[in-house]
């Protein structure tokens, strides 16, 4: 079960930064925000559990722009408004899942949201 997305007027905890990994450790497939450097295994416990919250984070946020964009291109005020099948194909979701985002996007831009809930917890 996913973690309660925070409506838009509650605080949001901030997790621990994420540091931008260097260009050479795309090359190196075991290189994974230098967590394989930590020999302590409290401190990478902290540092794992760090990234981990602020990946949770990163994407219930990323989630939320999704869901306003897919409702702000299903606009009926929109000339070139498109259909919940074509968001669900741009966005590669099925078109239930669309409607879903849509509704979600609404929700949000009404500042109304769902209490703390994405909409794959409708489904």
């Known amino acids: 079960m996913a973690e309660p997305t925070p409506r838009r007027n509650e605080p949001r905890l901030r997790p621990a930064p994420l540091i931008f990994e260097p260009v050479e450790a795309a090359s190196d497939p075991e290189h994974f925000f230098d967590l ?11 540092r794992a559990t760090e990234l981990t919250q602020a990946f949770r984070a990163a994407a219930d946020r990323a989630m939320e722009f999704q869901a306003i964009a897919a409702a702000q291109l299903a606009d009926p005020r929109r000339f070139d408004r ?3 099948a ?4 741009r966005a590669e979701w099925t078109e239930d899942y669309a409607k879903k985002m849509i ?9 109304s949201g769902p209490e703390g809930r994405g909409p794959e917890e409708s489904l």
């Open 82 to 84: 498109l259909t919940p």
């Open 103 to 111: 509704e979600f996007g609404r929700d949000l831009m009404r500042g």
């Open 86 to 89: 074509d968001i669900g194909e």
């Open 36 to 46: 394989e450097s930590i020999d302590d295994p409290r401190a990478l416990l902290t």
